[in-house]
């Protein structure tokens, strides 16, 4: 599910500004040889995503940059803990993503996994339609 939706394409006649980011699957473009690049609402999906997945420390130069999903996954699940999450995920991209803005962060719980899925709802700077990233978060060990 995630990878058909970091490769969907915006059309949009609207836009006026184009934001770009590699595609970290490293295809080759036929014609220049090179790397392709993901663009507008794909590039500000897979930003969404990169957030989340990042913890606190691992960006070189900049600590304050992240989440701290991964050490929320291993406490009990619980009302508590499922707003938690939510708050986390809705501080972190009003803080360090301006091409988004935030509609709603929805997180639901899933006891027999032992995991959440966080719907995320949001509109991309000079993009008119609502874009949705689904996340399903889950510890490893």
Do not use: W
């Amino acid at each position: 599910m995630s990878r058909y939706d970091a490769t969907q394409s915006n059309e949009s006649k609207r836009s006026n500004r184009v934001f770009s980011d590699l595609n970290l699957d490293f295809q080759n473009n036929s014609a220049t040889k090179d790397i392709t690049k993901i663009t507008d609402v794909e590039s500000v999906k897979r930003s969404v995503r990169n957030l989340m997945n990042t913890n606190h420390y691992e960006k070189p130069f900049h600590p304050e940059i992240g989440s701290n999903l991964r050490a929320m996954l291993f406490e009990p699940i619980s009302p508590q803990m499922t707003h938690s999450i939510s708050k986390n995920v809705e501080n972190l991209l009003n803080s360090y993503e301006p091409r988004c803005r935030l509609v709603q962060v929805f997180t639901q719980p899933d006891i027999d996994r032992n995991s959440y899925r966080c719907q995320i709802s949001f509109y991309v700077v000079n993009h008119p339609e609502p874009v949705i990233v689904e996340s399903f978060l889950e510890r490893l060990r």
